[in-house]
Nanobody, 114 residues
Framework: QVQLVESGGGLVQTGGSLKLSCATSRTTFSMNTMGWYRQAPGKQRVEVARIGTGGSTVYATSVKGRFTISRDIAKNTVYLQMNSLKPEDTAVYYC????????WGPGTQVTVSS
């Protein structure tokens, strides 16, 4: 059973920062590229960042230079540091493998006020 539990979301003003966390199982974490995805109201879920098992990272153009994905191997946790937040970053953020499993966690809401 896939375990994905996101946390760290909240309400921030434009330009603010948040750090999201995703706790997962050791198997899921160690065997997969892990990614952060987001789904804005009325839109499809999209990938915003990924980190490979070797530590390589890839970012969507919309977040490059502002978001940083990282991981803690000892804690089986993936993080997303989000800086210089914009209202268009408002969404529910999820973590999952890349490509994703069919099961998703509850996500964490990020709201950026203008």
């Amino acid at each position: 059973q896939v375990q994905l539990v996101e946390s760290g979301g909240g309400l921030v003003q434009t330009g603010g920062s948040l750090k999201l966390s995703c706790a997962t199982s050791r198997t899921t974490f160690s065997m997969n590229t892990m990614g952060w995805y987001r789904q804005a109201p009325g839109k499809q879920r999209v990938e915003v960042a990924r980190i490979g098992t070797g530590g390589s990272t890839v970012y969507a153009t919309s977040v490059k230079g502002r978001f940083t994905i990282s991981r803690d191997i000892a804690k089986n946790t993936v993080y997303l540091q989000m800086n210089s937040l914009k209202p268009e970053d408002t969404a529910v953020y999820y973590c999952n493998a890349v490509p994703s499993y069919s099961a998703w966690g509850p996500g964490t809401q990020v709201t950026v006020s203008s």
